[in-house]
């Protein structure tokens, strides 16, 4: 978080996100990992797999929060690159559909 204020990036952690459907407000509310600028998502694992669930879980973020991009991030690879996932909601606010691929990172020479 520090590194991003320190860059003038508005970022945001571990806040709560309420399911409200029809009225009805969920008495256990979901937390993400981190926002920043209203409009990157990031939820960090360290596991030795990504499964579906975990890709679910920061495509259900995403709508919740009607945010356009996430990121899914394992910490658990030799080189963090190779943990990468990105998710892209387009039209965030219109509701669509999402497209995911890994995420190609290139390296700086």
Not at 8 to 31: C, D, S, T
Not at 55 to 66: E, G, H, R, V
Not at 67 to 87: A, C, Q, W, Y
Request: glycine fraction near 4%; charged fraction near 25%; hydrophobic fraction near 45%.
């Amino acid at each position: 978080m520090r590194e991003l204020s320190l860059r003038n990036l508005a970022a945001v952690n571990q806040r709560m996100v309420k399911i409200e459907y029809k009225g009805l407000v969920f008495e256990e509310p979901l937390r993400f990992d981190v926002l920043i600028e209203d409009c990157l998502l990031l939820e960090l694992k360290s596991v030795e797999e990504v499964r579906p669930i975990h890709q679910a879980q920061l495509l259900s973020y995403m709508k919740l929060l009607d945010i356009p991009i996430g990121l899914l991030i394992n910490f658990h690879e030799v080189k963090v690159s190779d943990g990468l996932t990105r998710m892209i909601l387009p039209g965030a606010n219109q509701g669509d559909i999402v497209s995911t691929r890994p995420a190609r990172m290139k390296t700086p020479i």
